[in-house]
């Protein structure tokens, strides 16, 4: 059964739910709204439709967010999950069901069918992830981790290209314990072998390493993130069931100056052609957010845009 499903935010930050009939497979759960495609109908097309007969609202515009294939003892889903990024109407429950907006940090995985926990756990993501620079000394380090926690960020990417991987393994150690201090989460970024397994909330993999995979490196109790220039590692960022990955660079930077960047319609147009969480990063400033939201992008990411004050 191929199922859209839309995931609808409002201004609070509060996402749309409603309760499944309790005839209903799964009756009596709370779900994200959509339903099944008719024959020879296309994701996009049913997502609108459904959303127009169940809950009186009219999806302008929307992106794909997330493919979930999941099997029921009694029936197999394929959830196509698109994330709605304008939208008009008042949402009510055309056909008797009960509906709400409830906030992302209450989502209980109870609460709703076995295939929408991918879903949860998506939506529980930041809007924000830093990625630390590299530095020349320890006591650097020291200092940006400091301003990283109190600039407001829960999830850190630890890039230091020029270390030895004994003295990466060290300093990540390190950044890692005052990281889960203050409950912000640190992803490991270096060769898969040296991978702290034990430690670390997840793996992110260069777009390099990404194309070398077979399969999702680690379970998916941690995070699995990947760097991605095109749409050709978009879609192997997919396969390989990418939480998330990083698209790059949408604004010219040192490493990809002039005529190299993508621009916001060039972003927009990749993310359109894959279902995986997107993260706009190269030359994005943090009040750029909206516009990455308005693109499709799930998220933004970057180095100087958490780190101005540090950085100079």
């Known amino acids: 059964m191929h199922v859209a499903v839309g995931v609808l935010i409002n201004s609070s930050g509060e996402v749309l739910i409603s309760l499944r009939h309790p005839d209903s497979h799964q009756g009596g759960l709370w779900e994200f709204p959509g339903g099944k495609l008719e024959a020879g109908e296309e994701p996009r097309a049913a997502l609108k439709r459904e959303f127009a007969e ?20 009694d029936k197999s889903v394929l959830l196509d999950i698109w994330r709605i990024v304008e939208s008009t109407g008042t949402p009510k429950g055309l056909e008797g069901q009960a509906v709400e907006w409830r906030a992302i940090s ?25 990625i630390t620079p590299n530095v020349s000394n320890f006591g650097e380090l020291q200092q940006i981790i400091h301003t990283l926690l109190n600039n407001g960020v829960r999830l850190i990417q630890f890039r230091q290209t020029e270390l030895s991987a004994v003295e990466y393994l060290r300093w990540f150690e390190w950044a890692d314990q005052r990281c889960s201090a203050g409950g912000v989460k640190l992803m490991f970024n270096q060769k898969l072998a040296d991978f702290p397994v034990a430690t670390a909330a997840g793996y ?19 995070l699995f993130s990947a760097s ?4 050709n590692q978009l879609q192997q960022a997919q396969r390989l069931e990418a939480d998330f990955v990083y698209l790059s660079p949408v604004h010219p930077t040192a490493k990809y100056p ?55």
């Not at 390099?208 to 995979?213: G, H, I, K, T, V």
């Not at 190269?282 to 540090?310: D, K």
Request: net charge neutral; with cysteine; proline share 6%.
């Open 106 to 130: 209450d989502l209980k995985e109870s609460d709703f069918p076995a295939a929408n926990a991918p879903i949860i756990n998506c939506l529980k993501l930041p809007a924000e992830i830093a």
């Open 54 to 73: 169940e809950l009186g609202v009219k999806v302008c515009r929307c992106f794909p967010l997330k493919k979930i294939q999941y099997d029921y003892p």
């Open 204 to 222: 992110h993999a260069s777009a390099n390493r990404l194309m070398q995979l077979q399969q999702r490196p680690l379970s998916h109790s941690q």
């Open 258 to 312: 002039d005529g190299r960047e993508l621009g916001w319609e060039g972003f927009q147009k990749l993310v359109e052609q894959s279902s995986v969480p997107v993260y706009a990063l190269g030359g994005v400033a943090r009040n750029e957010l909206a516009i990455a939201q308005a693109h499709g992008g799930f998220g933004i990411s970057g180095i100087r845009c958490f780190l101005n004050s540090a950085l100079g």
């Open 228 to 231: 991605c220039h095109n749409l």
